[in-house]
């Protein structure tokens, strides 16, 4: 599918005028790198239209970052817990300004998400927010564990009923030729049993979200004929559109999976609209061509206004942890206003250099945690991904080199203070547990080898 045919298409929803007026700033308020914060211009989100004509909002809000005690991340902390004060401060903003659908898993956050989401959710008229959570039965799939699951998704949201209810993230096939949709979600009997549940009315809208193989996708759409998927969640950004096989070879392109839900009509919910935040925080040169061109705007909001482009999206998900990310996402989408044919072939250029620039697709979701030798998969990962944007990985040539030497010396030295020493890439054995989990298909010992060599280059080099 072309996305140029989508080029005089917009919007596909009405924009309503409930949001609040600008100026709503709050204390505490942390500051977000690749964001702008401030004053909300007065006017209204842009809303999309689902299955059963329930409004949404084009702006969703993803529960997979939230903020927690003391700052940092769970990573930094795993005994920290979620600050709720500031989750109750960004829920209530998104709301007054038109937010309506908020994402969670009971996977999310090590376990916290759904929770803090309900108490967050609870203190504002049902009618005012929808939740979508999932059956994210990774690790144990079995009729118990799933039902479990599924129950106590409705005890720590505080509901009687589930507004968007996914199969979580399917689409790998085992080496005896199961594939992970069957063994999840068939032949457990979960799929007939959420089946009934929507019919019984405490699961409203009931779809999937998919990584991994394209014969995998292929074969869960056409059972739309079958199933009558209410909406399906994927993958898509301006870099995906083209280039995702292209980043890993397992991944398909978000052309191709956008192309075949719209030929059938199926709303389609983004994630990673960002890329893991990487599209928010483009290395410099990258930037400089997109602030150029509209100073005023943030790089978060070019990735947002692409995905406004396509009707067939209902909601676009940003994992937000401070409110500066949803006072400039809200700005974004109030209204979504369409980019014209040159900046749409900017972000084109943009995402061309991008994608052959060789950083690690990690979107830091932390699937692949908690690796069982202590290693901090996504801090690495990440760690290595802002050392090259930041010209911090040395390029080939000899030591005597000044910027060589400069590049080693500002690796090494970060690389200790970012990840502890018994977590870093040197501590992986290959035992390949973490590549069943990682949605983004990342050969994550592979990774880590590259990682480890360039490492101990770089130290060889210093003698």
């Not at 929808?130 to 799939?141: E, G, L, V």
């Not at 942890?321 to 900046?343: I, K, M, T, Y």
């Amino acid at each position: 599918m072309d996305r140029r045919n989508f080029l005089k298409v917009m919007a596909g929803g009405a924009v309503a005028g409930a949001a609040v007026a600008a100026g709503c700033k709050h204390p505490n308020s942390q500051k977000a790198e690749g964001y702008q914060a401030g004053e909300v211009p007065v006017g209204g989100m842009t809303y999309r239209t689902d299955k059963h004509g329930q409004q949404v909002s084009l702006l969703g809000f993803g529960m997979m970052r939230l903020p927690v005690e003391g700052g940092g991340s769970l990573r930094d902390n795993p005994d920290a817990r979620l600050d709720q004060e500031q989750i109750n401060r960004m829920v209530d903003y998104a709301i007054e300004h038109g937010v309506n659908y908020f994402d969670t898993a009971p996977v999310y956050m090590r376990g916290m998400s759904e929770e803090a989401t309900g108490i967050a959710l609870k203190r504002h008229p049902r009618e005012k927010w929808m939740i979508a959570t999932k059956m994210s039965n990774f690790r144990n799939w079995s009729p118990e564990a799933s039902l479990k699951m599924y129950r106590e998704s409705f005890e720590k949201l505080q509901v009687d009923h589930i507004d968007y209810y996914l199969l979580h993230s399917f689409g790998g096939v085992d080496p005896d030729g199961t594939s992970d949709f069957e063994k999840r979600f068939v032949d457990n009997g979960m799929l007939d049993f959420l089946l009934k549940e929507r019919e019984a009315g405490r699961i409203r809208n009931l779809g999937w979200s998919f990584h991994g193989l394209q014969s995998e996708f292929d074969k869960v759409v056409a059972l739309d004929d079958r199933y009558h998927w209410d909406f399906a969640q994927i993958q898509m950004n301006y870099v995906d559109w083209h280039y995702a096989h292209e980043i890993e070879e397992e991944n398909v392109n978000a052309n191709y999976l956008y192309g075949e839900l719209d030929r059938r009509g199926i709303p389609i919910v983004i994630m990673e609209p960002l890329l893991g935040g990487r599209l928010a925080t483009l290395n410099e040169p990258l930037a400089k061509r997109l602030k150029e061109r509209e100073p005023d705007r943030s790089l978060a909001s070019w990735a947002f206004r692409y995905l406004g482009m396509f009707p067939r999206i209902m909601t676009s998900l940003s994992g937000m942890s401070a409110l500066e990310h949803v006072e400039d996402n809200v700005r974004s989408h109030c209204p979504c206003a369409p980019l014209a044919d040159d900046q749409m072939a900017l972000l084109d250029r943009v995402a061309d250099e991008y994608a052959h620039f060789p950083v690690i697709p990690c979107t830091t979701c932390q699937y692949c945690m908690p690796c069982p030798y202590g290693l901090d998969i996504p801090g690495i990962f990440s760690f290595y991904n802002k050392s090259l944007s930041e010209g911090n990985i040395a390029s080939e040539g000899t030591v005597e080199q000044k910027e060589y030497r400069r590049a080693r010396r500002a690796f090494l030295t970060t690389y200790d203070k970012s990840i502890e020493r018994l977590r870093q890439a040197d501590h992986c054995i290959g035992c390949g547990e973490c590549l069943k989990h990682c949605p983004q298909g990342i050969k994550i010992p592979e990774k880590m080898r590259m990682i480890e060599d360039y490492t101990n280059k770089l130290k060889d080099s210093l003698v």
